[in-house]
């Protein structure tokens, strides 16, 4: 496929605007998938799975992750205005909000256990399994990002894909495709996973082949689908390891 043939200055409007874009569609699927259980609760129909409750700590946790989109969004729109200076002191508050992130994550996960909020073809432990197994590949992207910000082209695809990891799972996860039975659920995964084909295509168009840092994203996120649907499919038994996880069930 044949690179773009641009200015500089017009390769770098596209940038902005590729980056700006893809960050909007995520917060439009966070919005498809949360609005019923969470944004717009008891304000729009719900879904076939709705939250059965919202304790503080799963409110929390929303705050959490709805305050991450907004730096992904605050931070392309800088780059965007040509802010650089106030991209990257932000960039450091984004740096340690993640860690903030990793924690909630996991306390989240354990504690869902108790609500049984899980859909119907598993059981609430072996359902850990799937936000648990998104906590380290998301550490790496951000950690990966981190290490790169100076290389600009490698950290923005490292911050892109973290973006797409947090989003994918939940909320495409929520959405009402079919029955809330495994084969359905394990089309969501993998839909979710389409979400870096607009990266792929952008990759190919700019510079002739799929960056290192896009190629380490998609292959990160690849195993948050890959580990929740060996264990799903084989029966694998994880609700065994979760019920000795720390807080699970809290």
């Known amino acids: 496929m044949a690179t773009i ?7 770098k409007t596209s940038e902005r605007k590729f980056y700006t874009r893809m960050a909007l569609f995520l917060v439009f699927l966070v919005l498809l998938g949360f609005s019923p259980s969470f944004y717009l609760r008891g304000i729009v129909p719900s879904y076939p799975r ?49 860690i903030l992130m990793i924690p909630v994550m996991y306390l989240t996960a354990v504690w869902a256990v108790a609500r049984a909020n899980q859909p119907p073809f ?36 490292m911050m892109l894909s973290a973006a797409i990891l947090v989003v994918m799972g939940p909320s495409i996860g929520r959405l009402p495709l079919g029955p809330p039975i495994l084969p359905v659920f394990t089309v969501q995964l993998l ?23 896009t190629r380490l994203g998609f292959s990160v ?18 609700a065994s390891v979760a019920a000795h996880l720390p807080g699970v069930g809290a």
């Open 191 to 213: 839909l979710g996973l389409a979400i870096f084909i607009p990266l792929f295509i952008w990759d190919r168009r700019t510079i002739g082949h799929i960056h290192p840092a």
């Open 122 to 157: 598993t059981d609430p432990l072996t359902w850990t399994i799937v936000p648990l197994s998104v906590i380290i590949p998301f550490a790496i992207l951000v950690w990966n990002g981190w290490q790169h910000r100076r290389d600009v082209q490698f950290h923005k695809r």
């Open 50 to 98: 709705p939250n059965p409750t919202l304790p503080p700590t799963v409110i929390f946790h929303g705050l959490v992750f709805t305050t991450w989109m907004v730096l992904i969004i605050a931070q392309t729109q800088l780059i965007a205005g040509r802010k650089h200076e106030v991209h990257m002191r932000l960039g450091k508050v984004g740096m340690l909000f993640a």
């Open 221 to 238: 996120a690849a195993t948050t689908v890959a580990i929740p649907l060996a264990v799903f499919w084989l029966n694998l038994p994880w």
């Open 5 to 11: 043939a641009a200015s500089p200055a017009d390769r």
